[in-house]
């Protein structure tokens, strides 16, 4: 027996067999069922660990059509509901998807109430009121369904349903006869929208637990597939049907997601990102099979996988075009080939791992550019340089402390020490000064950044460094610290 | 290829030349790859291809303490390839800890487009290896360029080989002070010197030390270069700063050793 804690003490929230043949009902107070069965068994609700299973198996259910939407708390958060709508004739009808899915939930020993309808709304009463476990309703049929169940049908919340009950409504049929001016002007707005929900004549979006593709193309086997080229040859079969469809709307893929779905109910997602749409068989399934490399799903598999979808979640156009003619020729090709290039690396170093550069607006030299993860195929214009100011070749990732000898506190370096070797200098070009951003630090009570001289320096073998000295001497600081922050050809 | 009938009947030794011109197509292709000049006569004639050739692996080793002058250098040449592709450079995650990772100012001050250069990040060498080979294979970049600790005879032969396939410059900068035998087409040690001064006394032209220690079909010789970033152009420089003296002394090396 699970219990809930609620006001008033610990309350039932689900219990076996055995406790309701003692006479014990859900919402029953703790204490009320010790004093009719003396050895209860008690666990607390792990309702974290209930919507986590939820979740897992509605994405299961993903199999049967890409819109799947598990229950939030207020509509129970029990079940889930299926956009079923173009996906039932996969199956050959309704019925059959029914049969096959309540077969297949049983077989994980889970009992479950079905119901199709029209609306989100009429399916969830039908589930859960309607005598029959499984239920398909025709379409227009919302009110004379409705009609019979209880007014709890509506998903209204408790208090609604307590005063329409003492209102003596205790149907949805008796509420559904009435003038709707007086529900509405006595009744939270909720009543009226649950209704119209119900019945079709207010639209309810699903909220579908991953974003719906945009094209879609899923495999079903007979007997579950273990090994990495069985996959990849399959999804290789699944991109050639997608392609079809790609190339009818003149689209390409920029972003794929491949789901296996593993013969005990789990499944395994593998999103893959594309630097320019493609309709390349070849080139999607060479990043797949890196993907599956790198991801662990492979030595996961357990009893096999017994479905694989191939979803294009995110879609481009890119304008039709002979590529016998222009194959290798000219820069289309190239591009294409470099894009290729780019995904590749990606899906095996990872996203973060190909970068370029991109030039920030700032005078502090580590934040006068980012190395951003390349995105797309057009690169931010680079600013040009107004003056011939020394610029590093390498940056270090931060600035390392040094210990200077200088002639006069404020004056260019003569000898450093960094990283265990001592450097004569015999040519210093300095300072150029480059002041904290102040406009930074103007809400922030942490005292502003001080002054930096940097100093290109020459050792006598011809290595050029960049130090800068922080802080200006008598003004900011008396001692004077000094830090290496890059290196010149 | 039709057997050459020259060689059999009359012998016309004009015939015979040209007939065995024919059989010799490798030697003609080698000749007539997209070599990369230096743009610098006495180091391009000194070269079997008239500069560097355009497919192959080219390593370049570091003085003591000379890592980012070696860089510089890979940077120039990179900055001096005329084609607009994205140029892929590819530097382990160690690598960028120790010596600082590539400044984009910096590199646009070498005339080097940042815009241009794409870098990939690895953590480890059998990912660099994996990256520089995919790179090549591609053929897509203009040229990839890459930072190496160890590399093998077997992998430098496989890198060789790639690079010679796309006909793509490899540029590899070894980080490693033993080196091992390599396949690699050329083989530079690259020094820092003082940079040429321009008349207010700034530094303006950096200048390398450059030694070709190795080269397929070649010899090695020894040269000292600065580089001009606005002209991207290459000169060689004299042994003394002095400016007149690095006129009159022309393009002559510097010293050519001779090893038979």
Avoid at chain 1, 425 to 433: C, M
Avoid at chain 2, 26 to 42: C, D, E, H, M, W
Avoid at chain 2, 113 to 129: C, N, Q, W
Avoid at chain 2, 188 to 196: D, N, V
């Amino acid at each position: 027996m699970l219990v809930v804690t609620a006001a008033g003490g610990p309350r039932i929230a689900a219990l076996n067999e055995a406790a309701e043949a003692a006479g014990l009902s859900p919402g029953e107070p703790l204490a009320d069922a010790r004093a009719k069965a003396g050895d209860l068994q008690v666990r607390a609700v792990d309702q974290a660990a209930d919507d986590l299973a939820l979740r897992r198996l509605a994405l299961w259910a993903t199999r049967y059509t890409p819109t799947a939407s598990p229950w939030n708390a207020e509509n129970g958060a029990d079940g889930f509901f299926l956009d079923i709508e173009g996906a039932a004739h996969l199956f050959g009808g309704e019925e059959k998807l029914l049969a096959d899915l309540s077969s297949r939930l049983e077989d994980f020993g889970l009992p479950a109430r079905f119901a199709v309808a029209d609306t989100p709304g009429a399916a969830w009463a039908l589930s859960r009121f309607h005598p029959a476990p499984c239920v398909v309703l025709p379409a227009g049929e919302e009110a004379r369904a409705l009609t019979p169940l209880p007014i709890e049908a509506l998903r209204l919340s408790p208090e609604t349903c307590t005063t329409l009950r003492r209102l003596g409504f205790k149907s949805v049929g008796l509420l559904l006869d009435k003038p709707r001016a007086p529900f509405a002007a006595r009744f939270p707005a909720e009543l009226l929208r649950r209704v119209d929900q119900a019945l079709g004549r207010l639209d309810e979006p699903l909220v579908p637990i991953v974003a719906p593709p945009v094209y879609h193309s899923l495999c079903y086997l007979l007997e579950p597939i273990i090994t990495q080229e069985a996959v990849i040859a399959l999804a290789s079969r699944l991109m050639h049907t997608l392609v079809h469809v790609l190339t009818r709307d003149d689209v390409g893929a920029r972003g794929l997601r491949l789901c296996l779905y593993r013969v005990d109910g789990a499944v395994e997602t593998i999103d893959i990102g594309l630097t320019l749409p493609t309709r390349n068989v070849a080139h999607v399934v060479r990043l797949i099979d890196l993907k599956l490399d790198a991801l662990a799903a492979m030595q996961e598999a357990g009893f096999g996988f017994e479905a694989i979808g191939l979803a294009v979640t995110r879609a481009e156009p890119i304008p039709a075009r002979q590529n016998e003619l222009i194959e290798d020729a000219g820069d289309a090709g190239r591009t294409e080939r470099c894009a290729a290039l780019i995904d590749t690396l990606r899906g095996r170093l990872g996203p973060q791992s190909v970068r370029r550069f991109t030039a920030i607006a700032s005078h502090l030299p580590e934040r006068a550019e980012a190395l951003a993860p390349v995105t797309d195929e057009t690169p931010a214009p680079w600013p040009e340089q107004e003056t011939e100011k020394p610029c590093p070749l390498l940056i270090l990732p931060r600035a390392e402390p040094t210990e200077v000898t200088a002639l006069v506190p404020d004056g260019p370096p003569r000898r450093f020490r960094w990283r265990g070797v001592t450097y004569d200098i015999a040519d210093a070009q300095g300072p150029e000064r480059i002041a904290s951003e102040w406009w930074r630090n103007r809400s922030g009570h942490q005292p502003s950044q001080p002054t930096r001289d940097y100093y290109l320096v020459e050792d006598e073998d011809g290595r050029r460094f960049w130090l800068y000295r922080e802080g200006l001497y008598g003004r900011e600081t008396a001692a004077a610290r000094w830090f290496v922050h890059g290196l010149f050809a | 290829m039709a057997p050459p009938t020259a060689l059999t009947a009359i012998r016309n030794r004009a015939a015979v030349a040209a007939e065995l011109r024919l059989l010799l197509p490798k030697i003609q292709s080698l000749r007539s790859t997209n070599a990369i000049p230096f743009g610098v006569a006495a180091i391009d004639h000194y070269l079997p291809q008239g500069g560097l050739p355009g497919g192959g692996l080219h390593e370049f080793v570091p003085e003591a303490g000379a890592s980012p002058a070696a860089f510089g250098f890979i940077v120039a040449l990179l900055a001096r390839l005329p084609q607009p592709h994205p140029l892929f450079l590819i530097l382990p995650t160690y690598g960028m800890r120790d010596f600082g990772r590539p400044y984009g100012h910096g590199l646009s001050a070498l005339g080097l487009d940042p815009r241009r250069l794409i870098l990939v990040v690895t953590a480890h060498r059998k990912e660099t290896l994996w990256a520089i080979e995919e790179a090549l294979h591609s053929g897509a970049p203009a040229a990839v360029a890459g930072a190496i600790d160890k590399l093998d005879l077997k992998s430098s032969q496989r890198l060789q080989l790639a690079a010679a396939d796309a006909g793509l410059p490899l540029l590899l900068l070894r980080t490693a002070l033993d080196l091992e035998s390599s396949a690699a087409a050329t083989r530079w040690r690259i020094g820092a010197r003082q940079a040429a001064r321009d008349r207010f006394g700034l530094f303006a032209r950096p200048r390398w030390h450059l030694q070709l220690e190795r080269c397929h079909n070649g010899r090695p010789g020894e040269w000292l270069v600065e580089y001009d970033h606005v002209a991207h152009r290459f000169s060689l420089a004299a042994a003394l700063a002095d400016h007149a003296l690095s006129r009159s002394a022309g393009e002559i090396p510097l010293r050519q050793a001779r090893r038979s």
